[in-house]
Every structure is written in structure tokens, then in C-alpha cells.
């Protein structure tokens, strides 16, 4: 299959273009670096001509848009940028032939911060990027429709891994731990679903490969993790000998993925638990566990 991926340098991206390849498929990733081989094309989503050209040449069955620039800036003008190159970016696709696209959501698309999320869930719209990406995810519908192809919603929940942000939650445990400091945490006791980007790779290469009945997917671990129980696996993998005090609290989030949907509409399954994902964090990222 031919694959057309934005966002393929990032955290998800590194994850997910080494595996479509190794599953036979070719890819061609668009990239704000210069590119470093076949398989590449230099441009980002401004460019308008070019990953039109792009697209056109490339011909792909199927398209997978992670791009979304310049997080963790929610402003309006910086979601506005990025919604107005997404939608552009689908309707080229779409334009091009692609018989399938995949992009990516956020589980903060959901309104509430309580209990198990199922892809029914009531939705926020209150703050830009919430909006953004619920109206980004009904015009991919729309233009799918209207072009008979299969369009697919992943909703991402926390996502870790190798190339994570620095001041993303693991990064910031490992980088303190090291440096000798005890991390500095906002709400230590609440509860997120953390999953490992080498399961979200796979669950878009399944979505992708096996083009399932469904529009809107969860993708996370399916259980909640408290953030101090995050500290101490990540302490104990460093070997720091010591554990950080968390002070009691109420959690003000305390929810995660209901993906009881995605696992029964593919053959997709979490391959990796907290700890075996952290160790894979820190082998890939340091080679010290």
C-alpha cells in the first residue's frame, strides 16, 4: 500500500513510518527538515502547491495525518493555522484518490474528566483547540462522503515514548531524576491513561491496514495510572534509590479510554504495560536499563 504520512518526525511518526515500511508498505513522509533520503519530501502544510504536487504524484491509497504544529501552544491563532492546514491537507488528499485517511484526536476533545470514556461521550467545545479538532473531525466525515472513501478518527490519550517533548510528563521525571532533583508536579495524585506510542504506531497501522467498520476510535491502555505511580516506576528503572513524597489530594482528572471498540473492530491489542514501556523509553533514549 502506498502511505502518505504528515507529522512523521514526531513522536508518533518515528514510531509509526519504521513500521508501515517493515509491513511492506511505502511510504512517503512529508517533512519540515530537509529530507534525508527516498521517502521523503521537503515541505510543510503551508505549502499548499507543494503537498498538493506531492500528493499527486505520489498517488497514495491511503494517508495518515499526524501534523499538528506547535504544541503546547492551544492559542487561537496557532489552532486556527493548524486547523486551516489540516482541513486543506484532507481535502487534497481526498482530491488525490486516497482511499482511506487517518487523523488524529485528543482525548481532551472530551468534555468530561471523570471515569471510563466511551467514543460517545459528550464533547468540549470551550476552548480553541477542543473545537478545532471536533470540527476538523466532522469535515473529514463530510469530505469522505463526498468522495467515497474511509475516513478515520483516532482519539489519542497520553501519549509517551521516545521523542516525546522535554516538558511532557516523562521526559521531565527522567531529565530531574538524573539531574539528582525531585520532580516538580501540579497534581501528582490524578489519574491519566498513559499509553505507549509504539501501541498507538500499531494501532494506526491496523486502522489503516484493515480499514474497519468504524469512524472514531479511543486509543489508550485502557486503565487509569496515577501520576505517582508513573514517579516510582520511572524511579525505580533509574535506580535512584529514593521515592518521591506525593502529598494526599483529590484528583481533579481521573478518567481513561474506553477502546473496548477499536480492539473489537481489528485485531489491535496494548502490547505494553507502564513499566515495560518506560524501560523501553529509557533503553531507546539513553540505553542505561
Known amino acids: 500500500m502506498r502511505i502518505f504520512v504528515t507529522g512523521g ?25 530537509k529530507p534525508a533520503g527516498e521517502g521523503y519530501v521537503h ?44 482541513l486543506r491537507f484532507l481535502r487534497l488528499a481526498a482530491e488525490a484518490g486516497c482511499q482511506a485517511i487517518v ?24 476552548e480553541p483547540f477542543h473545537a478545532a479538532k471536533n470540527a476538523l473531525r466532522f469535515l473529514g466525515q463530510a469530505i469522505a462522503r463526498t468522495h467515497g472513501m474511509h475516513f478515520y478518527w483516532l482519539r489519542l490519550f497520553f501519549v509517551y515514548g521516545p521523542g516525546q517533548r522535554p516538558q ?43 480499514r474497519p467498520a468504524g469512524t472514531v476510535y479511543n486509543v489508550g491502555s485502557g486503565r487509569p495510572t496515577p501520576v505517582a505511580e508513573v514517579i516510582a516506576v520511572v524511579e525505580r528503572l533509574l535506580g535512584s534509590g529514593e521515592t518521591t513524597d506525593v502529598p494526599p489530594g483529590v484528583p481533579d482528572q481521573d478518567f481513561w479510554a474506553d477502546i473496548s ?28 536499563v
Open 103 to 126: 487523523s488524529t484526536g485528543s482525548c481532551w476533545e472530551y468534555a468530561s474528566r471523570s471515569g471510563q470514556l466511551g467514543e460517545d461521550a459528550p464533547l468540549n467545545g470551550t
Open 168 to 210: 511532557s510528563l516523562v521526559p521531565h521525571l527522567i531529565a530531574s531524576l538524573r539531574q539528582g532533583h525531585r520532580p516538580t508536579l501540579k497534581a501528582p495524585y490524578n489519574r491519566h491513561d498513559f499509553v505507549f506510542v509504539g501501541d498507538v504506531a500499531r494501532a494506526i497501522a491496523a486502522v489503516v491496514e484493515q
Open 9 to 33: 518526525t514526531g513522536i508518533i511518526g518515528r514510531a509509526l513510518v519504521p513500521l508501515l515500511r517493515e509491513r511492506g508498505h511505502d511510504v512517503l513522509v512529508l517533512t519540515r527538515q
Open 261 to 288: 471498540q477499536l480492539q473489537r473492530d481489528t485485531d489491535w491489542q496494548p502490547a505494553f504495560d507502564l513499566e515495560s514501556g518506560l524501560r523501553e523509553t529509557l533503553q531507546v533514549q539513553a540505553g542505561t
Open 43 to 86: 515541505g510543510n502544510l503551508e505549502d499548499a502547491d507543494v503537498v498538493g504536487e506531492a500528493l499527486r504524484r505520489f498517488a497514495p491509497d491511503a494517508a495518515v495525518h499526524l501534523a499538528w504544529e506547535n504544541l503546547p501552544d492551544y492559542s487561537l491563532p496557532q489552532t486556527l493555522r493548524n486547523f486551516e492546514h489540516s
